[in-house]
């Protein structure tokens, strides 16, 4: 499946022209990635869903970082 684009929340094949990327938050690293999505439902529901992971965890962060 190299080269070929999945979605993020389903991980299913996404057909070339279709689908939404859009730079969203990942848990767990810093900054804002590019991410590819089958539809806006499954963004929002990506979106809300990391939302509420960095609302109810720490994230991890490295020894470095915290000095």
Do not use: A, W
């Amino acid at each position: 499946m190299f080269g070929k684009r999945t979605c993020e929340l389903c991980k299913q094949l996404i057909e070339k022209g279709n689908g939404v990327s859009e730079k969203v938050e990942v848990y767990g690293l810093v900054g804002d990635f590019r991410r590819n999505f089958c539809s806006e439902e499954h963004l929002e529901k990506y979106k809300k869903r990391t939302e509420e992971l960095m609302k109810t965890r720490r994230p991890r962060v490295c020894n470095s970082c915290l000095k």
